[in-house]
Structures are given as structure tokens and as C-alpha cells.
């Protein structure tokens, strides 16, 4: 029984907020935000002058700071927002602010469960990484790209460890960027590195390398593939330990390279956001088949549709389906499952969520302003004036809703057989 | 002589007008190909209707900033290329050639008019060679391919008006006409003179670029 | 007529890049950008371009420079482009220090040229394949090098820190709002309407235009957002370096910014090049032939809010103004007609430049010339000399100028020429004379 097993799945609907006009006394309040499990809303308040706080439901924090931004739910429902008090940063979780303030902190990242919780910290000018409000010991004068392993345990940026001067052209291309690890830097000196990934126990880190300004491969634990390319997209490790895959650019063409290797030829126009199923049997990536025709690939087969955009790949927990957005211009976005299209076109929609099990999908699309919960192609009885992604119960019987309308926030508990 | 007459008259015409057909083909494809190859992302652009609006303006004389901005370029262009399609096709003595060739017949440019258009082909070559030779920005960049390509296409006008007025041998002329009438149409494909076949497709394709994506014209 | 040999000027990152060239390096690397990257086009260009010259009159370069012939747009691509191609890429070390200090300052890739060459020839992008050359030769100007360094180290061009951009726009949020109570500038607001993004120079030097930019948002109730993280710069000088490899990385990092935050569309604030760089370059090279996310060009958005009402301007600014035609939103984009509507509304009286529109010259700093920074100052002046006498006959004080190049181009050349006249941003005009309600 998980997290999510403990939600109220009953069926039926509830208000969760009567009223979401801002409280008395408060000068304004700014865009909701709702709890993974629907039972509370939540938004920024100016309660003051240069006063602010958040409210969550009909309560307020109790606590109040000069500023506030970023209001976020971790996924275990914790509320987090970076907060100011006395110029000075940090993160406030439900309304108490982690470990020391310092000079900035910001980009806060969650582990999929919510049991950590990092950002990025400045102090004295010098940039680390603070997770669950420890900051690393060593710090850089400039970190950025921060990553946090999927067991919450470790973190690893980009950092600069040589100093340059103004225009300093040379010694950039010497190499003056590394990768910290939890703070330890890389001994390897490179001309940039991209998205530091790390493997799915949090032991070995990947990230894009350019080894000089024409030569990219992937770095794994600060050892560089042997061979390079034109360019490379970001590295995802086979969750069986099988290697690290990249997309990468050869004679002005994408493939997929595994360890340095072709595993996809480099056929194609485009190629990025690979994921690995759950076993490492398949590998999916959004592709171009041609210039201006997107779609996603299964182990170098595309689908038969392209699209002039493709974007939010999502895979089934198990790896088996895939679902994708695909939009022209950003206008009819629709939503492809499996390779095919659900009916309709929508003004936005938002990346699909698969049931546990991965026979359901559900996603939330927007259309002329009104908000729309689609489970298997299929829309909610009802439209709303702002919808939250649906969530599935642990079986998959269940999607819960949580929306707003008529100024007030409810939790709708759905049957997925009803859709 | 005579010999040598029926042969250019003749065979030689056949390989000449062989080497040009095969040859555009196969630098069309060739190119058709190489843009699919390495342009794709320009080729997704053409488009057809703005394709033809270029293509319109700029047969206008003076209906664009580059015809306007040199009036006697812009004369001596227009009046080159319609003489020398006039010339080309519909010369009577060309004319007579074709029906013997191909048994294809059409009407036919008088014999004074065929010859005031051929002098004012050759009269818009030597405006061309002196903007070659006078104006700095021409002389600049002008190369013996440039030269080449001139004196291509101004020989056959030049011998054929020898021929014609019966200037020198008349023969040898005639035959020094046919020569470098067949050299002019063997060598298009090979020389600065391909902006026959691909200026439609450049052209067009800065159109459809102008037109599509970029929103203004291109004249 | 000069020639580029009597004209080279000493910059570090071309000396240093050429000191180590070979001519075999060369050969190598021309053969390999010329068969591998460049196509059908260049080789149509190179083969039939006639050598007519009617392009000469077209470059301001070659007009301000009493019509020497060395800077005609068919010299520069003769002298460069096409002798490489012509060469198979023999030459010598030195002459491509030649070739790049032409690629990359003297000419804007304007494209003025092509409303003068009956072929079609785009001598813009003849000379983006030679800066291209260039690029992988690692003979690059110092400055503009510098700043796609910066492209690539922090995704915008200033070297701006994550923070440090998050940190702009909350001070200008805090000043705004000793003027508007009530100002926002909402951070990754999820669903907004619009993603208003800017260039690096905003939070760096200009932050003005941030808060003037708040300041219209707000007053015409726009449902708008900034994103906090990298993407947010626009501006992209690793196109106009030839280091296209990252101008793709950074338009991923621009567009997927937008699509995160689930935008209807991204605003950009007054600038040229990177408009360019989202509708014709850098959505290319990731195979996008249409924008992933519409991006709405400041003119156009300020002509929306003006024509919609949602800005009202009680007392246009008095006095008669000029108006600079950006070659990338009006050559490259067509705006030049939404631009004289938004003038009308916000100015008394418009006296035009001649030639205007997308028939206009090019303030020279474009195409990354100015980012090549002090060195090649004199280059701008001296070659645009066409846009002074323009900007003089005009006879007024005021410029119109909805571009950051234009901006600095123009400035300089206001100072050298001793004009007296000085160019201002859209949005400065609109948040000076706009009707600001009380206590909003």
C-alpha cells in the first residue's frame, strides 16, 4: 500500500474551498496551487505591507516573509515556497524555512516519492547545492544544471572550478567547467558540460561533455565516451546497468549511441528525450523523420503519424506504452497514445499520466479558456475553469479531479469505467 | 568544306543538342538531389505562388531595386535575352533548320528584323563587356570564366551576322556560326550560362523565402 | 578601390586561430563543411551568380564607401565563400584572417542584396557558410567568440547567473512598485497567457526595459510570466558566430522553456537578431519548420495592446520623429507596416528616412558586428556613413528604434557623425506617455 492508497477514493465530489476569493485583510492573492492528493489549495498572499504568506484552504501560514516565489507541493505533500526575511533566502516548508538563510536559493527540485528536497544555494557569492537544507561543503563560483539522484541522496551540478578573466577566450576553450558530485568535483577540466544525470541508484553520474568546441560526447563518472560527434542531447542510464544511451548528431544527422556506440544510426532529423522501460528492454525518444515531421520512436521505429511537433513523452510505469503531445504552431495540440491520435483538438494540454497498472491514461486539456479531464480519449462529464493533472488510484479503477470552478476548488473522485 | 559543313550541319548538331539536353538533365537532377540531401530544410519553404510572384516582378523591367538601380544593366538584360530567344527560334534561316531537323514549322522573323534583333544582341554583349572592363565593382569581380561565358553566347550572333552580310567567307562562316552555335548550346549546362536552367529554381526559392517566411518582397 | 589585405585589423582570437592554421587543416575543414554542410544552394549561388554588380548599390558599406568596389556583396562572397569553393580550400593561413574579417564585420547579413539580384543569390547566407568556415577553423573574433561562450556556459549572453536573473526581476519588481502597488512579474506561472522574454543586456545593463515592460504588462492587465530558469534569453550570437551546434541548444533551451511553463505564446522584447534566430535559424537546425511556440515581436504585441485599447495614450510625444527599420522583424519579418501604426499612435509626427521599410539600410551593427566589440568600431562607422547622411536628412531628433543592435549601431553612429539625435525603444515611449491609473 502506498502514499496514495491512503487518499479518500471514495466516489463522488467534494468542495475543497468554498470560496477563493482572497481572505480579509489579504491585498491580493496569487495563482492556486493544489496538493497531490486534492484536499488542500494553496497560494501566495500579501497579508501586509512588503508582508507575505500563504494561505491553504481558509488558513494562513502563520509565519510571514518579505517576500515569496515558487510555491510548489512536493510530491509527499509537503508545501514548499523559496521565501526572504531580513534580504536573506531560503526555502520554507509549510511555513518554516530550512536550515540557514543565505544570500539566494532557488530552483527547487523534489525525488519522485517527495522524501527529499534540494535548491540551489548561494552564500558569500559562492554557489552549491543545499539538499534538504545542508548546502554542500565546497563550494563554486558558479554552479547551475543541478540534478538530484532518484533516491533523494545526492546532487550534482555543473560548476566552474577556474576563474576567467574578461573575454578570456583561450582559457575557456582550455576547459574550465567539472562536474561536483554531493560537492567533490570531477579532476577532468571541460569546455561545458549539460544536465549531470544520475543512474537510478544514485551511484554513477552522466552528463553531455564538449570536449573541445567541436567535440561532444557523453562523460560518465568524469570518463568520456571514446568517440565524439556534432552534438549530443542528454544521457539516461539503462536501469539495469546496461550502459548509458544518448541521442547523438553525426554528418548532420541524429541516432542513439550506447557507451560511444550506434545503436540507433544516425537517420534522423531530430532525436531527444530518451527514457528506458522499467526492465531496459525498450528505449523511446522523441524523433524527426524528416525536417518538420515529429514523432516518437520505440527502439528506432517511429510511429507511422508525424506531427510538425512532438513534446511530453510519457511512458507506462512498466515502459510497454507511451504517450506524447503533439501541437502545431502550439495551437491544436492533441494527444497521441500508443500512436494514435485521441479524438479532438485542444488550445494546451498537459503531459498524459498512466494508471499503475498502465491500461489507463488521463490527461488535462484546455479549450477556449475551458479546462477538460480526458481518461482513454474520453472527456469528463463536466468542463472546468481550471483543471489539475488527474490522478489514478493505486488499482487503477479510479482518477481523481481536482479543479476549480465557480471560484471554489473541488476534488472529484471518478470511476474510470464511467468514462 | 562541304564535308565539313554537312558534319557540323549535321552529326555535330545531334551530339551538341544531346550534350545539352543529358547534361541539363543531369545537372537538375544532380542538384534536385543534392538539395533533398542537404537543403531540406530549405526545400520545405517553396512555395509556388510566391515562387511566381518573384518570378513576375523581376521579369518587369525596372520593377525592382536592382533594375532600377542601373538603367542601362537593366536595358541591355531585357533586350539580350528576348532577342536571343527571338533569334534563337525564329530566325528564318532557323526556322528552315528546325522543319528540316524535327519536321517542326512556325512562323518566322523577317530577315531585316532577324537581323537589327541579332545587332542588338551583340550590341547588348559589348554593353556587357564594358561594364566588365569600366565600372570598378564589375571589373572587380569579373574572371576568364566571366569572359568565357561571353564570348559563348556573343559568337554565334557576331558569325552569324558575318554570314549573313556575306563578310569574309561566306562559307567558312556559315560553318564558324553553326560551330559555335552548337558549342554555345553544349557548354550551357557547364558553364556560368546554367543560370538557364537554375535561376527559375534560385530565384524561386528567395520568393518563396520572402514570401513566406520573411513577409516582404524580394524586389 | 582598397582591398581587405590593406584594411586588417588586429583582433585576438582571429590572430591567435590563424597562428595555428594550416593549410592542410584548411583544405581539410573547407572540404568537409562544403561536402558535409553546405548543398544544392551555395553551389547554385557560386556557380551562376553572374558577376553583374548590381548588387554593389545595395550595401551600405559600399555606399559609405564612395562605391569602392571591394565592399560590393558579390566582392565579399568572391573574395571569400566562392575562392574557397573555387580553391577546394588551398589557401594560406593569412588569407583566411582575410576572409573571416570580411565574414564577420563587414558584412551584417542584412540581405539588403537581394531586392538587387535578379538571380536571387542570398549573399546573407553565402556569408553565414563562411563565418561557418570560420568557426571551425577557430578563427573567430575575440568579443562575439566571448559571448557565445557565454551561450553556452549560462544560455544567455551575458554570462547572467541563474540567480542573478531572478534577482533582476524581482528588483525591478520591488522598484515598479513604488509606482504601481500592485505590480507582478509572475515567475513560472504555469498556463499564462504570455512568456515575455528579453536578452541578456536587459538584466545586466538595461533593466530599465524590464521594469517598462512590467509597467505596460500591468497597466493592460496581461496574463503574463517570466520564466526562473535558463532559456529566458532569447538573443543568440552562436548563430552569427557559426557555432550552430549551440545556437540548436540554446533554442531547445528558449522554446521547451515556453512549452514547460504551458504558454499560449512567447513575447519578445525589442530585438532583431533573435528574432531572427527563432523564426529562420535556430528553429531549423532543431527541424522545426514552424516556431514550436509562436513568438510575437514586441511591435507587434505594443500595436496589439494599442489598436485593442488596453493601453491608452492620453497625449502622444511631441515633436517629429524618425523611424529605424530593423532588418530582422521587417526584411526578415515584414512588421514594417504595424511598425508605422504603433509609431502614429505614440508620435505626432513621423518623418521618414529614404529608403525605408524593408527597402531600409542596415544600422550596421547587425549580424553580430557590434559584438565583435572595440576592435571593429571604426569598421561600423566609417561603413556606414549611408545611414548617417539618411538619419540627417531626416532632420529630427528622435529615432524610433525597436531593436538592441540598432540601438547601440546607431548610438555610436549619432556620436561619430556628431548628429545630435538620439533613438529610443517602443516600450520606453509607451511607458512615458501611457495613462498609468491611479493606485493599480
Known sequence: MGRISSWDWEVGRKKVVDSLSPLQDHEWQEEPYVSPDGETLAAIVKVGDGEFSVRTNDEVWESTFEKLWFLRYSPDGRLTALCQQDMEWSLAIDGEPWGDFAEYVWETKFTRDGSSIAAMTKIDNKYSVALNGTPWETVYENANQYALSPDGKRTAAVVQVISLGQADVEGYKKGVFSVAVDGEPWDGRYVNLFTPTFSPDGARVAAQARLTSYDYTIAVDDRPWQKTFQQVWEPVFHPKGAGVAAPVRSGGKWGVALDGQFIWNPRYVQCLGLQYSASGEKLWGVVATGFGKFTVACDNVPWDATFPIVTDLVLSPDGSRAAALTSEYNRNFRIVVDGRVWPGTSDMAWPVVFSPDGANAAAVTEKGGRFHVLVNGKAYEQSFDRAFSPVFSEDGSKVLIRAIENNSCVRIVADVARF | ?219 | MSQIADRLIDDPGLAAGVASLTPERIEEVVTRVLKGEAGAKLKAYQETCMRCGLCAQACHYYVSHDSDPSYSPVSKTTETIYELINKKGRVEPSRIYEMAQIAYTECNLCKRCAHYCPIGIDTGYAMSMMRRICYQLDVVPQYIRDTSHSHAATMNQMWVKDDEWIDSLQWQEDEARDEFPNLRIPLDKEGAEIYYSVIGPEPKFRTQLIYQAAAIMHVAGVDFTMPSTPGWDNSDMSMFVGDFENMGRLKRSHFESAQKLRVKKIVMGECGHAFRSIYDMGNRWLGYADMPVPVVHAVEFFWELLTEGRIKIPKKLEGPVTIQDPCNIIRGRGLMDKLREVTSMLCEETVEMVPNREHNYCCCAGGGVINCGPPFKNVRMTGNKAKADQLAATGVHTIVCPCHNCHGGLDDIIGYYELGMHPRFLGDIIYEIMEKPEGM
Request: hydrophobic letters at 55%; a positive charge; proline letters at 4%.
Open chain 2, 1 to 219: 568544306m562541304i564535308e565539313i559543313y554537312t558534319f557540323v550541319s549535321g552529326p555535330l548538331a545531334w551530339i551538341a543538342w544531346s550534350v545539352f539536353v543529358f547534361g541539363s538533365i543531369y545537372r537538375l537532377v544532380s542538384m534536385y538531389n543534392l538539395a533533398k540531401a542537404k537543403d531540406g530544410s530549405s526545400l520545405a519553404y517553396m512555395s509556388l505562388p510566391y515562387s511566381l510572384r518573384s518570378i513576375f516582378h523581376w521579369l518587369v523591367p525596372f520593377g525592382t531595386l536592382g533594375w532600377k538601380s542601373d538603367p542601362l544593366m537593366t536595358i541591355a538584360t531585357f533586350a539580350f535575352h528576348i532577342c536571343f530567344f527571338l533569334v534563337a527560334i525564329f530566325l528564318g534561316a532557323h526556322v528552315v533548320f528546325w522543319d528540316t531537323a524535327f519536321g517542326i514549322s512556325w512562323w518566322s522573323l523577317s530577315d531585316t528584323t532577324g537581323d537589327i534583333i541579332s545587332f542588338v544582341v551583340i550590341g547588348a554583349c559589348v554593353v556587357f563587356a564594358v561594364r566588365r572592363l569600366a565600372l570598378p565593382h564589375v571589373r572587380n569581380v569579373t574572371r576568364a570564366k566571366d569572359w568565357f561565358a561571353l564570348l559563348l553566347v556573343a559568337m554565334p550572333f557576331v558569325t552569324g551576322v558575318l554570314a549573313y552580310h556575306q563578310i569574309g567567307p561566306s562559307l567558312l562562316m556559315t560553318i564558324l556560326h553553326i560551330l559555335s552555335g552548337e558549342l554555345l548550346i553544349a557548354l550551357i549546362p557547364f558553364t556560368r550560362l546554367s543560370h538557364a536552367l537554375f535561376a527559375v529554381f534560385t530565384r524561386s526559392y528567395m520568393g518563396s523565402e520572402f514570401g513566406g517566411v520573411r513577409r516582404v518582397r524580394d524586389w
